[in-house]
């Protein structure tokens, strides 16, 4: 029995379906079974068979909503059980830290090791910033003709994609070259 009765119940419509085909007294014996067992907590003492068959069958539906009520007054579904126990998890929550300095400040330590770095927003290059790295590496690519190519088509790579890398851009046109100056052996590779 219940120490405090429920308010009300859900009754489905299986049960009404369930209870059609019985007699009236048996209906009515078998209704009020299921609302003192739902309300009250009461266990039944039903006679017939069917009686019992169809409470049978409505006791699990009614045990899963008062669950369910019980669960929503504490907050909802109760917490799924962690996958390793909390000690496994935050082994190095309890232990000193084993990072230096400079590895905290630069986000490389064991605390930044759960996420990645965040890859910079994409900025086009402008033409002295393409001028000064072709000259640090004597590649003789055009700057503003590597400006011009990429602008032109929206700084996106032959296959569509967006460019998140332009000095790897420009090493590829250093490849590029050399190829061509070997004989053009290798021409389908831009087409």
Not at 16 to 43: F, H, P, Q, S
Not at 119 to 134: I, K, M, N, W
Not at 143 to 166: S, T, V
Request: net charge neutral; glycine share 6%.
């Amino acid at each position: 029995m219940i120490d405090r009765p429920l308010e009300s119940f859900v009754f489905y419509r299986s049960f009404r379906d369930a209870i059609e085909e019985m007699t009236d007294e048996n209906k009515l014996a078998t209704l009020l079974a299921i609302c003192d067992y739902a309300l009250y907590g009461v266990e039944p003492d039903l006679k017939d068979a069917m009686s019992r068959a169809v409470f049978t069958v409505a006791r699990p539906s009614i045990d899963a909503n008062k669950d369910r009520r019980a669960n929503g007054k504490l907050g909802g579904r109760p917490p799924k059980k962690p996958m390793v126990s909390d000690s496994e998890n935050h082994r190095f929550s309890k232990m000193e830290s084993t990072e230096t300095e400079s590895e905290s400040e630069s986000g490389t330590g064991a605390k930044g090791a759960d996420k990645p770095p965040k890859r910079p927003y994409f900025a086009p290059p402008d033409v002295s910033e393409v001028e000064a790295y072709c000259s640090e590496r004597k590649n003789g690519i055009d700057p503003a003709a590597f400006i011009d190519y990429y602008a032109a088509r929206g700084w996106k790579l032959n296959g569509g994609q967006p460019m998140k890398d332009w000095k790897a851009a420009v090493r590829t046109w250093e490849r590029r070259n050399k190829t061509e100056q070997k004989g053009g052996a290798e021409d389908d590779y831009w087409k």
